[in-house]
């Protein structure tokens, strides 16, 4: 990045980040990523079927730990990560520039607004039980408690637009309840998704928590979407073609899907996408002596 | 000590059942398009009365029915809707009798759990959402949540007025309008229900019943011009289900089948235990998707434990589910005792230990003695398949953890229960056990304010309290 008149720049490889590793595929493939105006930026891996599958095999052995940590720690860990991010903005206001061309000004915009989606996500990991739980009074003598639990392996289809913010918005609605994940970056603008997987990597979150795979979302998202030891899909990035495809095959066993929608943002995220991928445990106890 | 009963029958007078009946359409019983099929009586094989079938034209009309009435439902004011409701939660205490009694005969459970169980849990569903239709604002989805259209809803038979209760009573109270189909085996509470909701003056078309087979199920949720999908019933349908409305605009809520583990540790206290291991199991004649159909005992009260069930089940009353101290009635249909017949020969034939308590059945009708399965290993048919029957798999662990795994080593999470004395492990297994619904020292319970629905292959959305509102609404 920092060639000039008498120093070449050291270029970084792009690779896929599974189980708190970075990988290059399996398969050896690479895609090439231009910039907005058609500028070589860089080789990005092209996941394969292979990596999606390690990539869920580190998921499900990441979600133990992670669904078992306090909620106090869950987001101690997320607010780890925004302070990560606000410490290499410069490095994503580059990264977001060349990917949608827009000044660099409004990918700072953009930076801030990713750092405090990730603080606004951080403080829901020990209010989201009081706000979604309930005691019951059943009509008996019991104690009848219901709760959220994190819906276990949760696959994301990130957004093709939103390399950064899309992303972070995705992702950490998901996590932050308790479930892991594998993203499938924006394929169009992978970039930043590996940048972000440095940062994640810094942030005490733990391998497997969160794993990036860059490639093509056509041929990745469907594997994902129809593999058995997946629980949930979030289906953002996808076209209405391949979220109809995606959807029949995630039918195979009963994944809870999120269809696409129209998504602003900037504007206020809600809560609706960390509900998407909770389930609610009711607990039944008598009382008496 | 073997204990002689006299017969107490209750009586089938209390219900006057019609010889045939038509579908139920924008408030009036119509013809249904294809051939009439019978439904019978379970445990005489009786036929009880004919039943229309519904096809794709009926789905249609009743589709179209459902969408005419939603606008002025919808814009009722929600405490106008809830007196309707509170209105059939009424009528259906003041008939409570005749409709324990119907509900028995068409589906062949005894009379004292409809009775008992399955009628006031109905009008208890309806007078817990009725209270919700004026209070939306207040549920914690936005300050104006709007209902999604015309429900299409569709039941199995284990519970068939139980079932159309959770269907009904949210839909309604979210200001959607419905079209159900009960199961085929059991319509006739559904259709009772149907002249419950011309007695509580309920606008025509609000509420369509259309029954049939599979095929009229499968019409009702593929219809374009329906907003929201509910089903209740198997992981099967329930996956078919879910391919059809792929890609779509249709809200879906899935309650499938289930193979609870009911776990006893050691320090359990074992009479209750027993107890509740009997009806985890043999309630309803194990046609229930929460059943505790595993039984994980820690190793060292396995003796113990087994005998005191071996002997618990040898006072087990099964036959005439009319009779009052009748404890097992009889099994919904031929098919659904061919299908427990089959998964229970694979059982013996793949090497575990049958046992059953000695007890006459009846000569006519669907029977299947109380049935369990000792030396049941994991990968037994009978451990990992749903049998929807009177049969118990019993498994064994030594430590909590196992517990913990052997509960989870299924592809369904509906429900679990565990039995110990230790307060603190009674919070760390519930924890761990990936299941909608935990029983601790207890097992099937219910009540209209506890959600209920699965993990996993179970489905997904829950019925029942605050949460069960969601799925009528467009949040």
Not at chain 1, 138 to 164: C, D, F, I, Q, W
Not at chain 2, 199 to 225: R, S
Not at chain 2, 310 to 332: E, F
Request: hydrophobic share 45%.
């Amino acid at each position: 990045m920092s060639d000039n008149g008498t120093r070449l720049g050291v270029r970084k490889t792009y690779k896929l980040y599974i189980g708190g590793a970075f990988p290059r595929s399996e398969s050896g493939r690479s895609y090439a990523v231009t910039s907005s105006k058609g500028r070589f930026l860089a080789n990005a891996a092209r996941a394969s079927r292979k990596d999606a599958r390690d990539a869920v095999v580190a998921a499900r052995k990441a979600f133990p730990g992670w669904s078992g940590a306090t909620p106090y720690n869950r987001g101690q860990v997320l607010y780890r990560v925004a302070e990560m991010l606000e410490g290499r903005r410069a490095q994503f206001v580059t990264e977001i520039t060349d990917a949608d061309g827009v000044p660099a000004r409004k990918a700072g915009e953009l930076v801030d607004l990713a750092v405090d989606r990730l603080v606004w996500y951080a403080g829901w990991a020990d209010k989201i039980a009081s706000v979604f739980g309930a005691v019951n009074p059943v009509a008996g003598p019991y104690l009848n408690v219901s709760k959220p639990e994190p819906t276990g392996v949760v696959a994301v289809v990130a957004p093709p637009m939103g390399p950064l913010l899309g992303l972070v918005s995705v992702f950490a609605p998901v996590i932050v309840t308790g479930n892991t994940c594998v993203v499938v970056a924006s394929e169009r603008a992978p970039l930043p998704a590996v940048t972000l997987a440095e940062v994640l990597a810094t942030s005490d979150v733990p391998g497997g928590v969160v794993n990036i795979l860059t490639g093509r979302q056509p041929e990745l998202a469907p594997w994902l979407a129809g593999h058995m030891d997946v629980n949930g899909i979030d289906l953002t990035g996808c076209p209405a073609d391949l979220a109809l495809e995606c959807e029949r095959a995630a039918a195979e066993n009963l994944k809870r899907v999120l269809r696409p929608q129209q998504t602003d943002w900037l504007a206020d995220p809600g809560t609706s996408r960390m509900t998407a991928f909770l389930e609610t445990k009711t607990v039944w106890h008598p009382a008496g002596v | 000590m073997r204990f002689e009963y006299a017969p107490a029958p209750e009586s089938r007078d209390v219900v006057e059942i019609q010889p045939s009946y038509g579908l139920f359409i924008e408030g009036r019983f119509t013809d249904g398009g294809g051939a009439a099929f019978k439904t019978v009586n379970p445990a005489t094989e009786e036929t009880l009365a004919e039943v229309a079938r519904a096809d794709e034209a009926d789905v249609d009309r009743a589709v179209a029915a459902a969408r005419k009435a939603f606008g002025t439902w919808s814009a009722l004011p929600g405490a106008e809707r809830a007196k309707y409701l509170f209105r059939i939660a009424r009528i259906i205490q003041e008939r409570a009798r005749e409709l324990a009694v119907l509900e028995t005969l068409d589906n062949g459970k005894p009379i004292r759990e409809s009775r008992d169980v399955d009628v006031p849990l109905v009008a208890a569903h309806f007078f817990y959402y009725a209270g919700w239709a004026d209070k939306l604002a207040y549920a914690g989805f936005g300050p104006a949540p709007r209902p999604l259209g015309v429900a299409a809803q569709v039941i199995p038979w284990n519970f068939p007025l139980m079932m159309l209760a959770w269907k009904i009573a949210p839909a309604l109270a979210c200001g959607n309008t419905v079209v159900l189909k009960p199961a085929e085996t059991t319509p006739l509470t559904a259709l009772a229900f149907a002249e419950i909701c011309v007695q509580a003056g309920l606008p025509a078309g609000v509420v369509n019943i259309v029954t049939g087979p599979g095929a009229t199920g499968a019409a009702l949720v593929a219809h374009p011009g329906v907003d929201k999908v509910a089903f209740t019933g198997s992981t099967r349908v329930g996956r078919e289900i879910a391919r059809t409305v792929a890609g779509g605009r249709k809200k879906v809520t899935l309650e499938l089948g289930g193979k609870a583990a009911n776990i006893v540790f050691e320090d359990a206290p074992l009479d209750q235990a027993v107890e509740g291991i009997v009806n985890g199991i043999f309630f309803n004649q194990g046609h229930v998707c929460c059943a505790g159909s595993r039984l994980l005992v820690a190793e060292p009260i396995q003796d113990e434990l087994l005998a005191a069930l071996r002997r618990r089940l040898a006072t087990l009353r099964v036959g005439d589910p009319m009779d009052k101290n009748t404890d097992v009635g009889a099994i919904n249909s031929a098919a659904q005792l061919a299908r427990i017949t089959e998964l229970v020969e694979a059982g013996e034939a793949e090497g575990a230990t049958r046992w059953s308590p000695a007890c006459d059945l009846p000569e006519r009708g669907y029977w299947f003695a109380p049935t369990v399965f000792t030396g049941v290993a994991q990968s037994h048919r009978i451990a990992r398949e749903e049998v929807f029957g009177p049969v118990l798999s019993v498994l064994t662990f030594r430590t909590p953890a196992e517990a913990v795994e052997k509960a989870n080593n299924t592809p369904y999470g509906l429900s679990a229960g565990v039995w110990t004395e230790k307060g603190s492990r009674i919070l760390w297994m519930a924890d761990r056990l990936r299941a909608g619904v935990v029983w601790a020292n207890t097992f099937n319970r219910f009540d209209p304010v506890s959600p209920f629905g699965g993990y996993k292959e179970s489905g997904y959305g829950r019925e029942g309290g605050r949460h069960g509102l969601e799925a009528y609404l467009d949040v």
